[in-house]
């Protein structure tokens, strides 16, 4: 199984920078793709920028602000999140995903960022 624990959230100005860290602990060579989403107030949690195989995708409304990267000798990702916006105040979580016989999801905690106008 996979534990993951996220940090780095907290309240920003809009403009400012802040970095996500999330650490997986357990049977980490099984991952086959990580990925951060978040879910705002009132909305379904989506999908901000996944991570595999060296393979970076973002959402549309994150491009060009956002970097996710990883760091495998400490099974760590990191979610770079620079020029913040209001827009971007959610709970941002990490997710990982184990292939088998049965497709496993697994989540963090959730890491709270506060965006202020």
């Known amino acids: 199984q996979v534990q993951l624990v996220e940090s780095g959230g907290g309240l920003v100005q809009a403009g400012g920078s802040l970095r996500l860290s999330c650490t997986a602990s357990g049977s980490t060579i099984s991952i086959y793709y990580m990925g951060w989403y978040r879910q705002a107030p009132g909305k379904q949690r989506e999908l901000v920028a996944s991570?595999?195989?060296?393979?970076?995708n973002y959402a549309n409304s994150v491009k060009g602000r956002f970097a996710i990267s990883g760091d495998n000798a400490k099974n760590t990702l990191f979610l770079q999140m620079n020029n913040l916006k209001s827009e971007d105040t959610a709970v941002y979580y990490c997710?990982?995903?184990?292939?088998?016989?049965?497709?496993?999801?697994?989540w963090g905690q959730g890491t709270q960022v506060t965006v202020s106008s």
């Open positions: 991570f595999s195989g060296g393979t970076t």
């Open positions: 997710n990982a995903k184990i292939p088998g016989a049965s497709w496993r999801d697994y």
